[in-house]
């Protein structure tokens, strides 16, 4: 079956010769020998929530939606395994039926668990940033049709690549995460100005489990959120407050002001000044996926740069003077999050405390000039791209930035020689 592909933010558009859903691995084996055999490309996207063309393909599109569900429980080891295709969603709300917990997660839900991880998909604070420093095993089909487990017994070299692999190694079937017993989550957000924010971060950071903030541009206002582990059952937001704060008011009325703000850009900074005096202060406690995770409505683009911990701060003063000096009107907030050091070869935090500058435009903007300039100043504070947002970045100069590129590469050899699983995005990022 031949059909269309298109990702969340509209970017991205795949015309496959074919399509199919495997529901098991021995599809997902037939496909790739199929598609070997014909001399076709293949894939298997998530659900298309990166911004980059990492999934696309020409050739065999996998759709993910028949390999989800989790298929085993360790709770001596404390691990869970689940197939690719599994919806985070889908994951978190079985993990709270098991008295269970991710340790630390972002704040969408709707990807699956294997583009999450291939594309370094990561939360703020913790011990453990990313959802992929808490992967311990993975099952994939490499590009010769060959079936391998990787854990930290068997292949631990090519376990340590694949847990950020880009969809370059192989077709994702299983993932084991590690996991811990059921806890709850407080969230303290509060409205704070900009030196008081930046003044004060890493002193809150030190101090509480998860820390980000939000800056509004144009204007001195920000939002910052705490999240600390509580030994008390959770209170909830009602839900009234939960319709209100959640979707009404960061939905409904976000579209809204955005639409306006298309329209008439010299209205952006008035609205962002409104938008920033109308957040109140709130504290509340859940499951940890209710707190984590956010539900947007609104379509736009983004842009996610890691920079070193220490140059993370003053890499975001310098956004806001190329933004106060450009005539831009940027209606989107500019995010602010910190993570530790990890060991996956391809993550962007990999081997150093990093601090993440996102940058967003609404789906109906021109976010190139924008990040254009954002990205400049980001790269030179040493930064690197997330692999699942907007960038310039080529192999050539992300070579430098990475101390085992050279381990990702001759993975890469070694689990696709052909290149069954290339295309145009990972051509330009990791070499033909």
Do not use: C
């Amino acid at each position: 079956m031949t059909t269309s592909w298109t990702s969340w933010s509209g970017l991205s558009t795949a015309r496959p010769v074919e399509s199919r859903t495997p529901h098991h691995l021995d599809d997902v084996v037939a496909a790739v020998a199929s598609a070997r055999e014909r001399g076709l490309h293949l894939k298997m996207p998530g659900s298309g929530h990166s911004f980059s063309d990492v999934a696309v393909t020409d050739g065999v599109l996998l759709h993910p939606g028949g390999l989800t569900g989790i298929v085993a429980v360790d709770r001596a080891a404390l691990t869970v395994t689940a197939l690719a295709g599994t919806p985070l969603r889908e994951l978190n709300a079985g993990l709270v039926r098991l008295g269970l917990s991710l340790h630390n997660m972002g704040d969408v839900e709707e990807q699956t668990l294997a583009g999450a991880i291939s594309t370094g998909t990561h939360g703020t604070g913790g011990t453990r940033g990313s959802l992929s420093a808490q992967v311990v095993g993975l099952e994939l089909v490499t590009g010769t049709g060959e079936v391998l487990h990787l854990d930290r017994d068997e292949h631990p070299d090519l376990l340590a690549v694949a847990r950020v692999g880009l969809g370059a190694l192989g077709v994702l079937t299983s993932v084991t995460v590690e996991v811990e017993p059921l806890f709850t989550l407080e969230a303290h957000e509060a409205p704070l100005r900009w030196d008081e924010a930046l003044g004060g971060f890493d002193q809150r950071a030190a101090e509480h489990h998860h820390v980000e903030m939000y800056w509004f541009p144009h204007t001195d206002r920000l939002l910052s959120k705490v999240n600390d582990r509580v030994l008390e059952d959770p209170a909830p937001l009602s839900r009234f407050r939960e319709w209100w704060d959640d979707q009404f008011l960061s939905n409904r009325v976000f579209s809204l002001t955005n639409r306006v703000g298309n329209r008439v850009p010299r209205a952006i900074p008035r609205i962002n000044d409104l938008s920033a005096r109308a957040l109140g202060e709130r504290r509340y406690s859940d499951v940890p996926h209710r707190v984590f995770t956010t539900r947007r409505t609104v379509r736009f683009r983004e842009m996610e740069y890691a920079v070193p911990r220490e140059a993370g701060l003053d890499a975001l003063r310098d956004v806001r003077r190329l933004v106060e000096r450009s005539g831009w009107r940027i209606g989107f907030p500019v995010e602010y999050r910190v993570t530790p050091a990890d060991d996956v070869p391809l993550s962007p935090a990999h081997g150093r405390d990093t601090a993440w500058i996102a940058v967003h435009v609404n789906a109906a903007s021109d976010h190139t000039d924008y990040f254009a300039g954002v990205e400049a100043v980001l790269r030179a504070h040493d930064g690197r791209p997330h692999w699942g947002k907007l960038h310039t970045r080529t192999a050539a100069d992300l070579a430098p930035a990475y101390d085992r590129w050279d381990d990702v590469l001759a993975a890469r050899d070694r689990l696709d020689p052909d290149r069954l699983f290339a295309n145009p995005y990972l051509d330009r990022v990791l070499g033909p």
